[in-house]
C-alpha cells in the first residue's frame, strides 16, 4: 500500500478541486439524510390523521431534497471522478518524460510490450484508485457519520444493534481481501505461464512443426489451461460469496431492526414513522458497506500496478548531465576517441583500445564484418551510450561534459533501421529541424534522390507515411531519413551503413551530391561498399572492437588485407551479376 | 512489441453489441454448460423472488403484528425474514459461481479451441501474424468474452427478473398505488435510452483516442534513439500531452453523463417516492390501503434503481464481447493454406524407420508473393545415403528449398517426391519425422537441456539423450553446465552461445534418429574451437543419412557427394567439387568470393 504514496504529489495540484469534493460530499449527504426524516414525519402524520395537503407538503419537499441532493451529487461525481483524469494525465506525462530521457541501454533491455502495459493497464488501476479511490470512502464516510447521527436521535437500542455488525463487515472484507489476494496471485502467476507457454509456441512455430510437436504443445498448453480454469474456479468461489455475504449481513441486521424496532413499536417507545426512517436510512448504508469490499480490492491492485509503475520511475537515467554544461559559441567538429572501451554487458568488450583522431571537415570511412563494432563506435559520439572506459572528445571536449542538446544538434545520424514516424513526409523530414525553410527541405531532398519519390506520391510532401499512410520502400525509408539528417544542417554527419537498401546507380548520385555537402563538415560513414567508402579521407577497418586497418583507400588496396579482398569480391561480385545477365539474355 | 503494434487496429472492429449472427456462434459454445447455466438461471430467478419478498414481510410485520401489538406473530415473520435473507444469499451464491464455472469451462473450450487451430494453421498465416497480435487473441479477447459468460448474459435475466418481479409484486398488492408509482418508469426509460446514446458514441470515440494514444506511445518507444539523437523530446512531449489532454477531455464528457445519470435515475426513484406518500397517502386516509404496504411499496422503489444502472453498463460488456468475438472467430475460420491430410492411403504404411530416402525436386517453382518467383524450374533428386550441398549467394533460394521440403509451404508449381510420393500425399507429422531437421535461428525452448535435446521424441531415456550429445560433441559443454543436463536454459536460450546453441540443435535433430537430415547452417562466426567440434559433428551427422545440407563452410561443402549451385532462384550447375571448379563457372566464382586466398592455395596444390 506504500506504493501509492507515491501519488500524493500528483494530487496536490488538485487539492483545491478534492477539498471542494468534499465539502459537497459532505453537503450532499447532510441534505440527503432529510429523505428518510420526511419520510417520518409523513408516515406519523399519516398515523395521526394527517391532511392531504400536508402530505402533499411533505411529497413537495422530497422532491425538493431529491433534486438539492442531485444537484450536489452531480458535481461531486464531476469534480472527484474529474480530478482522477487530470492527474492521470500528469502522471502519464511524468511517466512519458521519464522515459524520454532514459537511455539506449534501457530500451535494450526493456521490451516494448512491457513498458506500453505498465503505462496501459497499469496507469488505467492506478487512475481507479485516484478517482472512485479518492470519491467513495469520502462519500460513505460522511454518510455513514451522518446517518448514524440520524439512527441514533431515533432510537439508540437499534443503533447499537446496527453497529455489532460493523465489526462482522470489516472482519468479512479483511479476511476475504486476503484471501482475494492470495488467490489472484495464484492466478496471475498460473496466467503468466500459460502466456509463456503460448508465445513460445507462437515464435517457435517452425521448429514446432519441423519435430511435429504440435500434439504435445497442445496436451502442454491444455495442462497449463485447465490448472488456470481450476485457479479462476478457486476465485470464482470466493468472489461469489462477497457480494451475497455483504447482502446477507445487510439483511440480517434488517431482520433485527425489524424484530427490535418492533417490540419499541408495541411498547410504545418508537413511532412508526421513527421506524420507517430507520429502516430508509439503513437502506442508505446498504450500498457504501457493499462498495467497502469494492474499494478495498480497488485499492489493492492500484497498490500493486503503483509498485510497476515505480519501477520505471525509479530507473536513474545512465546519461547524466554536466554540472556545468559546456555550449560553445563555434563548433569546428573535431573528433577524437581517446584510449576508448565498450562493453554492453559489461563482460564482452565491444569496443577495445580505440585511439583516433578525426580532423574537423573530413570524411572517415568505416567497414568491418557484422557485429565489429562499427555501429557501437558511432553511437558513443551523440552519447546513445558513454563509453566504459577511456574518452570521447568533440572539439577537445569531453562528450559528457557538453550540454547534451547542444552535442545532439551538432550531431545527425543517418540510422541503419530508418525510423520513420506515421506523419507528412514533410514531418518526418523537418524531425530534427522544424522550422527549416521550404527551400532547405527541398535541396535536403534533392541531395538524398527522395525528391523525385515524393513528387510521385498523391499529396506530395503531404503525404502521411507509415502505419496510418502509404508504406515506404526500404531505400526510400533509408533516403527520407538521409534528407531528414541533412536539414538538421549538422556539423557532424554520421551514415550508419544507411545507404544499403539503395541500389548502386542511386548510391552514386546520392554520394555525390553529398560531397558538396559534406564539405566543411565532418562525416562518418559506415558501410559494406567500397564503392561508397573509396572516396573517404580515411578508412578504417573494425574487426572485433579493434582498427585493424586504417589508411586511404589506395594505401588500403597495396596493403592486401581485409579491405582489399573486399574490394576484390565485390568486383568479382558484380562480374557475377553480369554473368547472369549474359545467360539471362 | 508485435503486441503494440494491433493496438491500433484492434479497435476497427468495433461493432454493433449486438449482432445476431456472432450471438447464435457464441450461444453454441454453451454446449455442455447448458445445465449449468439453465440451473444458474433457475437459482437466480428463485433468489431475485427470496429477496423480492423482504419487504413484503416488512409490510406484514407492519400491518397484522405491529399494528396488533402481536409480538409472537412478528418473532415468526422476523425469522422468515432472516431465513429468507439466507436462502436467497446461498442462492446467490451458486448462481454466481455456477455462471462464473460455466464460463470458466467455455472459455477454456475456447482457448483451447483457438490454440489448436494455431497448431494447424500452416506457416504463411504465421509469416503475416505478429506473436503479439496472436497472443492477444488467446489471452484479453477471451478474457473478454469469459465477462460475457460470466457476468453478462445471465446477469442481465437476473436484472430483468428483478424488475419484472417488483413490478408484478406491486402490482399484487395494490394495482392503483403500482400504477402510481410506476408513473415514472417512462421518464426512467428516456433518461436511460438518452444516456446509452450519448455513452456509446463516446465509448467508440475513447477507444479510438486510445488507440491513437498508444500507437504514438508505441512510435516513440520504438524509435526513442531517433527521437533523442534530434532533440526532439519536447516537441514530441508536447504532441503526447495534446493526444493525452484530447483523451481527457473525451473521458471528462464521459464523466458529465455519468454524473448526470446517476443522480438523475436516484430523482426518479424520490419522485416516486413522492407519488406513493401523496397518492398512496391519501389511499391510506381513505382506508384503501395499509400502512405497511405504502412502507413495501418504499422500499421496492429503492431497489428498482441498481439494476436498472446495471443494465445500462452492461452494453459495454457487451459491446466488447462481440468485437473480441469476431477477432476470435476470425482465427478460427481462418483457411489452413497447406491443407492436412488425415492419415493419406497413400502414405507408406508401418516403415516407420525407413532405411534409405530418396528425394526429388520436379520442376518446382515457387515464390512467396505473387509471381515473385524465388525458385524457378528447380528439379533434382538426392538419392538414398547421399549427402548434397546447396550453395549460392544471398537470396538464391536456398533456405526456401527446406521450407518447401518439409511442406512449411507449398509450391506453386512441380513436385516435390519424398520416396516417390508427392509430399502433398504424404501424412504431414510422419512426413516431418522422416527428417532432423535444423534451422539457421536455433530455438530453444525454455525447460531443462535434456527436454530441449529430446524434443522430438519426448519419450526417450536419460541415457538415449547423453548419447545423441555425445556423438554430436554436445556433451562437452553441457557436462561443464552447473547442472548439466538438468540445467534450465532461459526463454530462446539466452544463457547460452551461438556455437552451444547449434551443438544443441544437432543433438535435437539427431536425436529420433531421423533418416534425412535437413540442415542449414549458420553463418554467424563462431570461436574456433567450437567450430571445429561443429564441423566434426557435421560429419557424424551425414553417416547414411539422406541429407541436404545449405552451406557456408568450405569443410563442409567439401564433406558432402555433390554440390547444387544456386544463383537467382535457379539449379545452375551440380556436380563434384572437382567437376564444378573444372567448369569455372558460378561456383568456381563463388569460390573465389568465399574463399579466397585457400582457393588460390588448393588449386595450386591440384596442379601440382
Known amino acids: ?585 | 512489441m508485435s503486441a503494440a503494434d494491433d493496438w491500433s487496429r484492434e479497435d476497427e472492429v468495433l461493432g454493433k453489441a449486438y449482432d445476431a449472427r456472432l450471438a447464435r456462434r457464441l450461444w453454441s459454445y454453451i454446449g455442455d454448460q447448458k445445465r449449468k447455466i439453465a440451473l444458474a438461471a433457475v437459482l437466480l430467478v428463485l433468489g431475485a423472488l427470496a429477496e423480492l419478498a423482504g419487504p413484503l414481510l416488512v409490510k406484514v410485520a407492519i400491518d397484522r403484528c405491529i399494528a396488533t401489538r402481536d409480538w409472537h406473530g412478528l418473532v415468526i415473520i422476523v425469522l422468515l425474514f432472516a431465513g429468507l435473507a439466507v436462502s436467497a444469499t446461498v442462492l446467490r451464491w451458486s448462481e454466481t459461481y455456477l455462471t462464473g464455472a460455466a464460463g470458466q469451462y467455455i472459455v477454456y473450450r475456447l482457448r483451447m479451441q483457438l490454440f489448436e487451430k494455431l497448431q494447424r494453421l500452416s506457416i504463411p498465416y504465421f509469416d503475416r501474424n505478429p506473436v503479439g497480435r496472436l497472443m492477444s487473441r488467446l489471452t484479453s479477447d477471451v478474457q473478454a468474452l469469459y465477462e460475457l459468460f460470466s457476468a453478462g448474459v445471465v446477469a442481465i435475466v437476473g436484472d430483468v427478473v428483478t424488475l419484472v418481479g417488483i413490478m408484478v409484486v406491486m402490482f399484487v398488492i395494490s394495482w392503483k398505488l403500482a400504477l402510481i408509482t410506476l408513473s415514472v418508469i417512462p421518464f426512467l426509460i428516456l433518461i436511460t435510452f438518452m444516456f446509452r446514446r450519448h455513452v456509446r458514441d463516446l465509448y467508440r470515440l475513447t477507444r479510438l483516442k486510445i488507440a491513437r494514444l498508444n500507437s504514438y506511445l508505441h512510435e516513440n518507444l520504438v524509435g526513442m534513439r531517433v527521437v533523442q539523437l534530434f532533440n526532439r523530446e519536447p516537441r514530441n512531449f508536447a504532441a503526447f500531452d495534446e493526444i493525452g489532454r484530447d483523451l481527457k477531455g473525451t473521458y471528462l464528457r464521459t464523466i458529465f453523463y455519468y454524473a448526470l445519470f446517476y443522480p438523475a435515475v436516484e430523482l426518479i426513484s424520490a419522485v416516486a417516492v413522492a407519488f406513493i406518500i401523496y397518492g398512496g397517502g391519501g389511499m391510506l386516509l381513505a382506508g384503501a390501503v395499509t400502512m405497511g404496504t405504502l412502507v413495501a411499496f418504499i422500499q421496492y422503489v429503492e431497489r428498482f434503481w441498481r439494476p436498472v444502472r446495471d443494465l445500462a453498463e452492461k452494453y459495454n460488456i457487451l459491446q466488447g464481447a462481440m468485437a473480441a468475438a469476431e477477432r476470435v472467430f476470425k482465427v478460427i475460420d481462418h483457411p489452413i493454406e497447406v491443407p492436412l491430410r488425415e492419415l493419406s492411403t497413400a502414405t507408406p504404411a508401418g516403415d516407420e524407420k525407413m532405411e534409405g530416402v530418396a528425394i526429388e525436386f520436379r520442376h518446382v517453382w515457387f515464390a512467396y508473393h505473387h509471381e515473385d518467383w524465388v525458385l524457378k524450374d528447380v528439379s533434382f533428386r538426392v538419392a538414398p545415403g547421399e549427402s548434397v550441398a546447396v550453395v549460392g549467394a544471398t537470396g538464391a533460394g536456398k533456405t526456401t528449398l527446406i521450407s518447401l521440403l518439409s511442406r512449411f509451404y507449398d509450391v506453386q508449381q512441380g513436385d516435390i517426391l519424398v520416396n516417390g510420393l508427392d509430399v502433398r500425399q504424404w501424412d504431414l507429422a510422419k512426413l516431418r519425422r522422416l527428417m532432423g531437421i535444423v534451422l539457421q535461428d536455433v530455438f530453444v525452448f525454455a525447460g531443462t537441456v535434456t527436454d530441449n535435446i529430446r524434443y522430438g521424441c519426448p519419450d526417450s531415456g536419460a541415457e538415449t539423450v547423453r548419447r545423441a550429445a555425445a556423438l554430436v560433441h554436445a556433451d562437452h559443454f553441457i557436462s561443464r553446465l552447473p547442472k548439466s543436463y538438468d540445467e534450465p536454459v532461459m526463454e530462446r536460450g539466452a544463457t547460452l552461445s551461438t556455437g552451444q546453441r547449434q551443438l544443441l540443435a544437432f543433438a535435437r535433430a539427431l536425436m529420433c534418429e531421423p533418416p534425412v537430415i535437413v540442415l542449414d547452417e549458420a553463418t554467424a562466426s563462431i570461436d574456433t574451437e567450437t567450430e571445429r567440434l561443429i564441423q566434426d559433428a557435421i560429419g557424424r551427422l551425414l553417416v547414411g543419412r539422406t541429407s541436404i545440407i545449405i552451406a557456408h563452410r568450405l569443410s563442409t561443402i567439401q564433406r558432402c557427394d555433390r554440390i547444387l549451385v544456386f544463383h537467382h532462384g535457379r539449379l545452375r550447375e551440380q556436380g563434384t567439387q572437382e567437376e564444378l571448379l573444372a567448369q569455372r563457372g558460378i561456383f568456381h566464382r563463388l569460390w573465389q568470393l568465399q574463399y579466397g586466398g585457400v582457393t588460390a592455395a588448393m588449386q595450386a596444390g591440384e596442379e601440382a
Not at chain 1, 38 to 50: T, Y
Not at chain 1, 186 to 211: T, W
Not at chain 1, 359 to 384: D, F, M, N, W, Y
Open chain 1, 1 to 585: 500500500m506504500t506504493a501509492l504514496l507515491r501519488l500524493l504529489p500528483f494530487l496536490r495540484p488538485y487539492r483545491g478541486a478534492i477539498i471542494l469534493g468534499a465539502v459537497i460530499a459532505v453537503l450532499n449527504n447532510a441534505v440527503g439524510i432529510l429523505g428518510p426524516w420526511l419520510l417520518k414525519l409523513a408516515v406519523d402524520a399519516l398515523q395521526s390523521g394527517g391532511t392531504v395537503a400536508l402530505l402533499a407538503q411533505y411529497a413537495a419537499l422530497m422532491v425538493a431534497v431529491a433534486v438539492a441532493a442531485g444537484v450536489l451529487r452531480f458535481y461531486m461525481r464531476q469534480i472527484l471522478i474529474g480530478v482522477s483524469r487530470h492527474a492521470e494525465l500528469d502522471l502519464r506525462n511524468a511517466f512519458f518524460a521519464h522515459l524520454q530521457k532514459l537511455p539506449a541501454s534501457f530500451y535494450n533491455r526493456r521490451r516494448t510490450g512491457d513498458i506500453m502495459a505498465r503505462l496501459t493497464s497499469d496507469l488505467e488501476s492506478v487512475r481507479s484508485v485516484l478517482g472512485p479511490g479518492v470519491m467513495y470512502p469520502l462519500d460513505t464516510i460522511s454518510m455513514a457519520a451522518f446517518v448514524l447521527t440520524m439512527m441514533l436521535l431515533l432510537s439508540v437500542k437499534l443503533t447499537i444493534a446496527v453497529l455489532i455488525a460493523a465489526p462482522l463487515v470489516s472482519l468479512a472484507v479483511f479476511y476475504l481481501g486476503r484471501v482475494t489476494f492470495r488467490l489472484h496471485t495464484r492466478i496471475q502467476q498460473q496466467f503468466s505461464a500459460l502466456s509463456d507457454c503460448a508465445e513460445e509456441n507462437l515464435a517457435g512455430v517452425r521448429v514446432v512443426r519441423a519435430f511435429a510437436q504440435e500434439e504435445r504443445e497442445y496436451r502442454k498448453f491444455d495442462e497449463l489451461n485447465r490448472e488456470y480454469v481450476q485457479r479462476n474456479l478457486a476465485m470464482t468461489r470466493v468472489q461469489a460469496l462477497f457480494m451475497p455475504l455483504m447482502f446477507l449481513l445487510f439483511e440480517l441486521v434488517t431482520a433485527m431492526v425489524l424484530l427490535l424496532g418492533g417490540r419499541a413499536i408495541i411498547a410504545d417507545r418508537l413511532t412508526l414513522g421513527g421506524f420507517v426512517a430507520f429502516v430508509g436510512y439503513l437502506g442508505m448504508l446498504a450500498w457504501p458497506i457493499i462498495a467497502v469490499g469494492w474499494v478495498a480490492n480497488l485499492f489493492q491492485r492500484g497498490a500493486a500496478s503503483m509498485k510497476r509503475l515505480t519501477e520505471i520511475l525509479d530507473v536513474t537515467p545512465e546519461i547524466a548531465p554536466p554540472p556545468v554544461p559546456h555550449r560553445p559559441s563555434v563548433i569546428r567538429g573535431e573528433i577524437e576517441f581517446a584510449n576508448v572501451g565498450f562493453s554492453y554487458d559489461g563482460d564482452r568488450p565491444a569496443l577495445s583500445e580505440l585511439s583516433f583522431v578525426i580532423p574537423p571537415g573530413r570524411t572517415v570511412a568505416i567497414v568491418g564484418r557484422t557485429g565489429s563494432g562499427k555501429s557501437t563506435l558511432v553511437s558513443l559520439i551523440p552519447r546513445l551510450f558513454d563509453p566504459t572506459e577511456g574518452r570521447v572528445l568533440i572539439d577537445g571536449i569531453p562528450t559528457t561534459d557538453w550540454d547534451l542538446r547542444v552535442l545532439r544538434r551538432t550531431i545527425a545520424v543517418v540510422p541503419q533501421d530508418a525510423q520513420l514516424f506515421s506523419d507528412m513526409v514533410s514531418a518526418n523530414l523537418r524531425f530534427g529541424a522544424p522550422d527549416a525553410p521550404q527551400e532547405n527541405l527541398m535541396r535536403a531532398a534533392e541531395i538524398s534522390q527522395i525528391a523525385k519519390d515524393v513528387a510521385a506520391f498523391r499529396s506530395g510532401y503531404e503525404t502521411v507515411v507509415g502505419e496510418r499512410g502509404i508504406t515506404l520502400s526500404g531505400g526510400q525509408k533509408g533516403r527520407t531519413a538521409l534528407a531528414r539528417a541533412l536539414l538538421c544542417d549538422p556539423k557532424i554527419l554520421i551514415l550508419d551503413d544507411a545507404l544499403s537498401a539503395v541500389d548502386t546507380q542511386t548510391e552514386e548520385e546520392i554520394l555525390h551530391g553529398l560531397r558538396r555537402f559534406m564539405a566543411g563538415r565532418t562525416s562518418i560513414i559506415i558501410s559494406h561498399r567500397v564503392s561508397t567508402v573509396k572516396d573517404a579521407d580515411e578508412i578504417f577497418v573494425l574487426d572485433e572492437g579493434r582498427i585493424v586497418e586504417r589508411g586511404t583507400h589506395d594505401e588500403l588496396i597495396a596493403r592486401g588485407g581485409y579491405y582489399a579482398e573486399l574490394d576484390r569480391m565485390q568486383k568479382l561480385e558484380a562480374e557475377l551479376e553480369e554473368m547472369d545477365e549474359d545467360a539471362a539474355s
